[in-house]
Structure formats: structure tokens, C-alpha cells
């Protein structure tokens, strides 16, 4: 009788915090005296022989470019017209990595502490203080007109005051302008024509057509910073990075001259990737945690510090590009999809190989440094290959 009644208070006790909200406790974020838990991938069945192949693989197909990221900036720009470095920038270390399995490391390559340049993967950092600003009431709805929310002239006009959050999320706004002396024609300029071409140009209807362009992607960053009335990093510090237990080594840079005053104080409005200096210099571990984050629709133990509604709506393709969201790539089929892998994965992508993979099929979150940029697919089935 005793037994019974044991066992009794101990369905009691599971059914007061159900089995998956347990197994979340241990499974993000997995730590054991403060250090991040590591299983052999034989505790998941994976095969050891096939993931040290995909390793090796990353390793030897290191991105071709300049480890000094000048250098490497100039060079894969050089189309562009009056293009010149406007923030810092930083010396690449080699390939590193990351592949962890229901939150544990399974695999890891290269220095994974090491703070370099993240280039794009900052955008999907920045969709998410978007994310964070609708969770807030900040902005009341995506599709809400950015001029109703920012009046000192950047949505100003027929064009410009057309313009959404979720256009600007999607990269299909079409915002005609110049911040920080960047001119958005001259940004990622088409093959064809020349300077009188781009310049003047016929605008496309925001919504319409994609195109991945920084100027305008600053001037989402540049928008966010004046709902929230204080500078990005702040918040990310705040409302994520400090919450999941990443370093203190990330870093968050603007340009030299993006200064905005608020409230009658002057604060740095940062970029939305490396394209000219800048954007988010980061870790691999730290870029784990962000990317767990997500993997576990926004939840980090008992805090849920992203909504999930936040999360699914990031992740739809847009109208005019099935492989984009807001901010994060999805691998649906289309220019961008990789053959072979689920079109569930979606990933945050930046110049030089860098990526954050959220695989939620396989409970697989994946981060990669400098691996030459084409090689991602091939990677991602070959690491395929060693899962059960």
C-alpha cells in the first residue's frame, strides 16, 4: 500500500511539470559545473567514422579568401562604386566548429572561443530584436508602415512611406535613400548599366522583389534603435546573450560616423553584417547558444525569451524569395536549397563560410567558421550520412 501511494505522489510530481518540459531542463542548455556537457556521438548512435569525415571535410576546405578581412572585403566588393571600410574589422583564425546533438557537443573543430567577424549571421541577431520589439508591444504588427513608428524624414515620400517592417525584415523594400553616407543604388549594384542606371532607376513596389542590399538593412537597424531608445547591443546583452550564459567577449560595432541622438543622448546605430567593417564579432560558442536558442523555439530553461509565434513567422518564405524569411535562409526548394537535406532546416548565413544551422528533424544545431562558402550542402549531407 505504500508503494502505491509513492508511486502516486510521483505521477503527482510528473504531471505538475510535464516529461518534455523535464527533458528541456536537461536538454538546453546541458552543463555540468558551469562547463557545457560533451557526449560521444556514440550515446546518439551517430556513426563516429562518418562525422570525423565531414569534419575533416570543413577543415580542408577552408574559405580561399584573405584572412586579413580587409583585404578580403575589398576584394569581394570591388564592384561596387565609392565602397570603403567604415567600421573595424578583424584578422579570420582558421575553420572551427560546432555540432551538437540534443544540446551536447558532439564534434568540434578549431577554436571555438575565438572572437572574428560574423558578416550576415548578425542579421538574423538583428531580425531577432525585431522579434523581441513585437513581443513588447514596441511595434504592434510586422505589416504596420515603419513612418508611422519613425517620422524624422528616413520614411519620408510616396516610395519610402510604403514601406513595412516585414519589408524591411524580408530585404524586399526597395528603400531609396543614403545612412551613413552609403547610397542604397550603390550597394550590390546590378551586372547591367552603369552609374546613370542605378541611380536612376525605375522603384519596385516594396514587396515585390528581393534584393539583399546593407544600406537598407542599416536602416532597419537604424529604425529598431530608435523604438527601443537604445542602442541594439544593449538589448541583446539584456534580453538574450546575458539570459543564455554566452561570454562577454561578443562585440557589436556600427560605423565610424553612424551616431544618432535619442532622447537627447548620442548612441551608436549598429550595421547589419561586415560589408563595410562592423556587424557582430562573436565566438563559435556564442553563436551555439544563440543558434540553441532557436533550435528550442525560443526557450531557455524555464524562460521562454522569444515567443514561438515570433519564431514561425520568421521563418516563412516571403513572396518573392521562397529561400528567405526575415532575415534567416530557409532551405526550401529553390536557388538556395541544399539537395538531400530537410527543407525544414533554416540557417543564418554571412560572408566567409560563416553559418548557424537549426536542424529541429534531427535535434541537430550546427556551426561552422570560414568553410568555404559553396562546400555548406556537401557538408551538411555528409554530416547527414553519420546520423542514424
Known sequence: MKKIKGLALLLVLYSYQPFGALA??????????????????????IDEKKLKEAINFAQENEYSGSKDLRIAIVKGFEREPFHEILGPTKKRGGPAGLVLKQGYIVAKWGDTKRVDMTFSVTKSFLSTMAGLAVDQKLIANTNDKVANYLWDGTFDGEHNGKITWAHLLQQNSDWSGELWGGKD???RPPREGGLDDWKNRELREPGSVMEYND???NVLAYALTHVWRKPLPMVLKEEVMDK??????????GYENAWTEIDGIQMK????GGHSGAGLFISTEDMARFGLLFLNDGKWGPQQLI???????AIEPSVPNVNYG????????????????????????????NFIIIDKANDLLVVTRWLEPKMIGEFMNRLKAALP
Do not use: C
Not at 244 to 253: K, L, P, Q, V
Not at 307 to 313: G, L, R
Not at 326 to 353: D, Q, T
Open 24 to 45: 528541456q531542463q536537461t536538454y538546453f542548455f546541458p552543463e555540468k559545473n558551469g562547463v557545457w556537457e560533451e557526449k560521444t556521438p556514440r550515446a546518439f548512435d
Open 326 to 353: 526575415y532575415m534567416w535562409w530557409l532551405n526550401r526548394k529553390g536557388n538556395r536549397h541544399w539537395e538531400g537535406l530537410s527543407e525544414n532546416i533554416y540557417y543564418a548565413a554571412g560572408f566567409g563560410g
Open 307 to 313: 515567443s514561438t509565434e515570433w519564431i514561425q513567422e
Open 185 to 187: 543604388w550603390a550597394d
Open 215 to 217: 544600406v537598407r538593412v
Open 269 to 272: 546605430s549598429v550595421t547589419g
Open 244 to 253: 543564455i550564459g554566452a561570454s562577454t567577449t561578443w562585440r557589436w560595432h
